[in-house]
C-alpha cells in the first residue's frame, strides 16, 4: 500500500505568536478560527526552502484551478524585519498565519495530548503541520496557509504586551 505525498504540506520547526489553539478567534468579524503566526528564523534554510517549494506547488495546483496565475498572487510568508522593524521577536525571522476552522490536536514532545491551556503559550517552540493552497476571494489570489497540528517542545519567553500589575499602579494606602 503506498502513502501518497502532499507536496502542500510541510512540518515547519518555529516559535507561536497569536496562538489561538484551544478557542477559535475572531479577526475583524470573521468566521473564528484557530490559528497562530509563526516564526521562522532565517537560519532555518532547509525549512524555508520547503515552505517555498509548498507554496509554488499551490501556485502550480491554483493554474489548474483557475486557468492562469494571476500577474500578483499574495503569498504568506513574510519578512519579519520589514513588517515589524522595531520588534526584536522578529528580528532574523521571517513569519505566516495559519488558521483552521478544526481544532488542531496539541501534543507535547513526546506526541501524549495537552490538556492544560497554560502549557502551550506564544512564544514557546514546537512544530506544526501546516499545508498551503491557494484561494480567490473578492478577485484577490493568494496562496494561504492551513494549520494541521500542534507539537510543543519547548517553553520561551511569552510575547505579550501585557503589562505586569505592579509595574502598572501604586499601593492605595486610604481607600
Known sequence: MSKKTNLNKVIVPCRFSYLHCFEPHSINGDEPRYGLCA?????????LEAIEKAI?????????????????????????????PDN?????????????????????????PILDRKEVYSGCYGRISVTFYSYCIN???????????IQKIKDGEVISNRVDAAEEFGIVEDF
Open 139 to 149: 478577485s484577490v489570489y493568494g496562496i494561504a496557509a492551513g494549520l494541521g497540528n
Open 88 to 112: 526584536e521577536v522578529y528580528e532574523g525571522c521571517y513569519f505566516f498565519n495559519a488558521r483552521s476552522v478544526d481544532a488542531p490536536q496539541v501534543v507535547n514532545a513526546k506526541v501524549q
Open 56 to 84: 509554488e506547488h499551490a501556485k502550480q495546483e491554483a493554474i489548474i484551478k483557475w486557468g492562469y496565475i494571476p500577474d500578483y498572487i499574495k503569498t504568506p510568508l513574510r519578512d519579519g524585519e520589514m513588517d515589524f
Open 39 to 47: 516564526i521562522v528564523p532565517k537560519s532555518e534554510v532547509k525549512t
